[in-house]
């Protein structure tokens, strides 16, 4: 079993910055991709960074691109997520995530273990 436990989270305005952070526990995440997902009051919960397991792609969601960097430590089992110029529209429980396989890293279903979430809450 993996735990994870994001970290991070909290009120900024936007334009603003947060850094996320998620570690992992009970064994490696050194060959499993990473993905961050969140969810937004209301809405589903939608992909936003995935990092590939052998750690040479990463992927964003469009309305992220260009403003969020997901970066992997590895060495100390752990995932962060840089987030700049945050808009309103960022507002949602951010996730953290773990997968075996990465078939299609945009989906819900290949992650096998997800964090418990930390907010992030952007106001205007």
């Known amino acids: 079993q993996v735990q994870l436990v994001e970290s991070g989270g909290g009120l900024v305005q936007a334009g603003g910055s947060l850094r996320l952070s998620c570690t992992a526990s009970g064994r490696p995440i050194s060959t499993y991709v990473m993905g961050w997902f969140r969810q937004a009051p209301g809405k589903e919960r939608e992909f936003v960074a995935a990092?590939?397991?052998?750690?040479?792609?990463?992927y964003y969601s469009d309305p992220v691109q260009g403003r969020f960097t997901l970066s992997s430590a590895d060495a100390v089992n752990m995932v962060c997520l840089q987030m700049n110029n945050l808009k309103p529209e960022d507002t949602a429980v951010y996730y953290c995530?773990?997968?075996?396989?990465?078939?299609?890293?945009?989906?819900?279903?290949?992650?096998?273990?997800w964090g418990q979430g930390t907010q992030v809450t952007v106001s205007s």
């Open positions: 995530a773990a997968s075996r396989s990465d078939y299609d890293h945009t989906l819900l279903r290949p992650y096998d273990y």
């Open positions: 990092i590939s397991w052998r750690r040479d792609n990463t």
